[in-house]
């Protein structure tokens, strides 16, 4: 333990010697790239998380079906069959069920991913991650319910009269990547949030109930806009506007257009400019996390102390 | 000999919050600047440990060890002032912190291994030994919760010193489990010590910190009152008997 001038030492350092060897910081710069690093950990965590869901429940994997499927039953019981919503939507049933297993997925997600970091602060306050991969984690498991959910969606549209198009195709990977992109960007930034806010998490049991009802996922924008237009005027032509110029009533309506719309003959009931919707919302999702990670990198400084 | 951690002017300071809401934040965004409700961890701090050194930090409860080892992990950043490692870090902050109760113990193994940086074809070379090590043969496929926190902190304490790190720091983790394994710690210490990893050290035993370590860093309130050889540390400190 002599006394050294230790910034002679540190600069020396960087120039002598490399790689694993070179002294550093401990931690990591908060960057994206260390969690490609840390993948193994990633999947471990996601698969802890996947299998303590249903560790408790005889049912087991089956329970990941139950919430969407009751929701399912009720939408088309209540909205299609009784107010009578099925005789203006053909194939009504698949009409919900592509919007509902999309939104199921990104409800997940924010849920998932917002709720991670302090759900694993014994993990965040004794050791170092890139602390990315506790919301990533969460938007891997949202995504192990929402396969198995889509595989039903494409079962459905199967037998009503679905087939494959290469647009079809574009319009669900175009609707799953607005959906991972926004869900991911909303997610580590709530999810650094709650860290500091805890009630954050108190509104994520509106936000199912939100999209649901704020998307066309049950009912055709052309519904929402021969109520809004007439009645509102020029503030109906703006509500109309934000309901259709946002990330989830464009990945909405993009699984409608590859699943539902080859079942039908007539699907009038798509909004337009949906591809240019398409690029916008995907676009500016990406600029979105962005800045959600540069806000997450400085947030998650203080993580271990606030916790 | 180069240095394995450089900590150079380190200060960290906490505030104390109250507000978990927006309600609460808005109304106490006066009461921020409040000395008070600020706690001086740790003020000025200087230290280096060379490569495969073995050092002591010692200190009353509160005296900032514990914010120390977590600045050199790198679970928090110091206020002002820098703290640089070389090699890999392996941080016994808390035995078991990446346990899962409700995992059995073959899935806590491979998953704890994970958060300390190892990959699953790693651990597999070295599950057998992790095992035996923490002597847990019979309760591979129990889960974590069903554990005495004895076996617990053995499980903990065997996959970190598995990991076999450059940097080890460890937090008065010897303090659980019974004789037997804290002999069987030890001896893994020191064998790992002997391959050139660098220890740093919370403990209150005396006797097991001068078989680990030559060098010791006692704090007080934050500060460092005295660095150098564990035996003149003794006696600063006071606990020349067997620390109990």
Request: hydrophobic share 45%; proline share 3%.
């Amino acid at each position: 333990m002599t006394t050294l001038d230790t910034r002679t030492e540190i600069e020396s350092d960087d120039l002598a010697t490399g790689g694993k060897h070179r002294l550093h910081e401990p931690g990591g710069r908060g960057g994206l790239i260390e969690v490609v690093r840390h993948r193994t950990v990633l999947s471990m965590l996601a698969r802890r998380d996947v299998r303590m869901r249903y560790r408790y429940s005889s049912l087991g994997f089956a329970w990941a079906y139950v919430k969407p499927t009751i929701q399912f039953l009720v939408y088309y019981f209540i909205i299609g069959v009784v107010l009578g919503l099925e005789r203006r939507v053909e194939n009504f049933a698949v009409y919900v069920f592509s919007g509902l297993c999309l939104l199921f997925f990104f409800n997940e997600t924010i849920g998932n991913a917002t709720r991670s970091i302090v759900k694993n602060r014994a993990i965040v306050k004794k050791i170092w991650l890139p602390r990315q991969v506790f919301p990533i984690a969460g938007v891997i498991v949202a995504a192990s319910r929402f396969v198995p959910q889509f595989l039903i969606l494409m079962i459905g549209a199967t037998a009503t009269g679905w087939y494959f198009t290469w647009t079809g195709l574009a319009a669900a990977v175009a609707g799953v990547g607005v959906v991972v992109v926004w869900g991911l960007a909303l997610g580590l930034l709530l999810s650094a949030v709650n860290v500091y806010l805890r009630e954050v998490q108190n509104f994520l049991e509106l936000t199912g109930f939100l999209t649901h009802w704020l998307t066309p996922m049950i009912k055709p924008w052309t519904l929402v806009a021969s109520r809004l237009v007439p009645d509102l005027g020029l503030a109906g032509v703006m509500l109309l506007t934000a309901y259709l110029w946002n990330p989830l009533t464009t990945a909405v309506e993009l699984f409608h257009l590859a699943f539902w719309s080859p079942t039908v003959d007539y699907y009038f009931e798509l909004s337009p400019y949906l591809w240019t919707r398409a690029y916008v919302f995907f676009g500016l999702g990406v600029v979105v996390l962005a800045g959600s990670q540069w806000l997450f990198k400085r947030l998650q400084v203080r993580f271990a102390e606030e916790l | 000999m180069s240095s394995a951690v450089i900590v150079r002017e380190a200060s960290k300071s906490f505030q104390l919050r109250h507000d978990f809401t927006i309600r609460d934040a808005l109304a106490n965004r006066r009461k921020r600047q409040d000395p008070s409700n600020i706690v001086q961890a740790l003020e000025d701090v200087s230290f280096h440990v060379d490569q495969g050194e073995g050092l002591a930090l010692m200190g009353q409860n509160g005296s900032g060890k514990s914010t120390l080892l977590k600045l050199i992990s790198g679970v928090m950043q110091p206020d002002s002032g820098t703290v640089h490692v070389r090699g890999t870090i392996a941080g016994l902050i808390d035995v078991g912190a990446g346990l899962h109760p409700e995992l059995t113990c073959r899935e806590n193994i491979y998953l704890n291994s994970a958060i300390l940086g190892m990959t699953r074809a790693q651990t597999a070379t070295n599950f057998d030994a992790i095992v035996s090590f923490a002597g847990l043969e019979r309760f591979l496929d129990t889960q974590a919760r069903f554990l005495s926190s004895g076996m617990f902190s053995r499980l903990g304490f065997s996959v970190a010193i598995h990991t076999e790190p450059d940097i080890f720091l460890v937090d008065e983790v010897l303090a659980v489990g019974d004789g037997q394994f804290k002999r069987k710690c030890r001896r893994a210490l020191i064998a790992q010590r002997v391959k050139g990893m660098t220890l740093i050290i919370v403990a209150h035993e005396v006797d097991l910190l001068r078989r680990l370590c030559s060098n010791a860093v006692v704090l007080d309130q934050g500060r460092v009152v005295f660095q150098g050889p564990l035996a003149d540390a003794e006696k600063v400190t006071g606990d020349d008997d067997d620390g109990n």
